[in-house]
């Protein structure tokens, strides 16, 4: 069975420091790797993904991300936070030849100004 | 830009009762699913939908639940007896294929209470 872990309830980072969430999963197989946001009373955002080739995965509003095979990771960063990031980020696994994602129980990100 | 929309923002009923819960998806995308999340735990799926049938649905989806995409825009979510269990933030969600990599779009999100 696959499972996403994000070890991390809550993330707490200061305006302008940078962040990461983390995010880990077990999967047998490929996995395609995906992170959403959520802005309060919004559904949930695509950020970016994985699917192959280049580990480090650049996505929307200055998010990246590093697949890292080895330590079956996917973690979340950001060179420099901003207050308006402050939103729950979600993670999500999906086999190859599936659609149907196994997302992790979510991080709440808090920015500090 | 585009957007999922979901219709109410929040339902109460009564233990019981039937409720529906209604989204439109995004107009030229083809694959619509339902999740939910109940209060502290993951998102999880529920039903995908695509050419007017079920075309995958989890264990949680048991006979109470059913869709329907009653015309050419909206997708609903049927619980006919709601139990104290189904209170949760149920999600619509679309996307434009149905291939693995194509990201889906979600809607804001019904918060369901029971009662």
């Known amino acids: 069975a696959q499972s996403v872990a994000q070890p991390e309830d809550q993330v707490n980072v200061a305006e302008g420091n940078p962040l990461t969430v983390k995010c880990t999963y077990s999967v047998s197989g490929n996995p395609y790797l995906f992170w959403y946001v959520q802005y309060p009373n919004r559904g949930l955002q695509f950020l970016l993904k994985?699917?192959?080739?280049?580990?480090l995965v650049k996505g929307s509003y200055g998010f990246e991300a590093e697949f890292n095979k080895s330590q079956t990771s996917f973690h979340l960063k950001k060179p420099s936070a901003l207050v308006s990031d402050s939103a729950l980020y979600f993670c999500a696994l999906l086999l190859w030849g599936s659609y149907i994602p196994t997302f992790g129980r979510g991080t709440s990100l808090i920015v500090h100004p | 830009e585009p957007e999922v929309t979901q219709t109410p923002s929040h339902q109460v009923t009564q233990m019981g009762q039937e409720v529906i819960l209604r989204c439109v998806p995004i107009s030229n995308h083809l694959y619509f699913y339902w999740y939910r999340q109940i209060l502290g735990q993951k998102v999880e799926f529920l039903v995908s939908?695509?050419?007017?049938?079920?075309?995958?649905k989890s264990e949680i989806f048991d006979d109470q639940f059913s869709v329907e995409r009653p015309d050419g825009s909206n997708f609903t979510l049927k619980i006919r007896s709601t139990k104290l269990e189904d209170s949760a933030m149920y999600f619509c969600?679309?996307?434009?294929?149905?291939?693995?990599?194509?990201?889906?779009?979600f809607g804001p999100g019904t918060r369901l209470t029971v009662l």
């Open positions: 994985y699917i192959t080739g280049d580990n």
């Open positions: 969600a679309s996307s434009e294929e149905g291939t693995s990599y194509n990201e889906q779009f």
């Open positions: 939908f695509y050419n007017n049938e079920i075309s995958e």
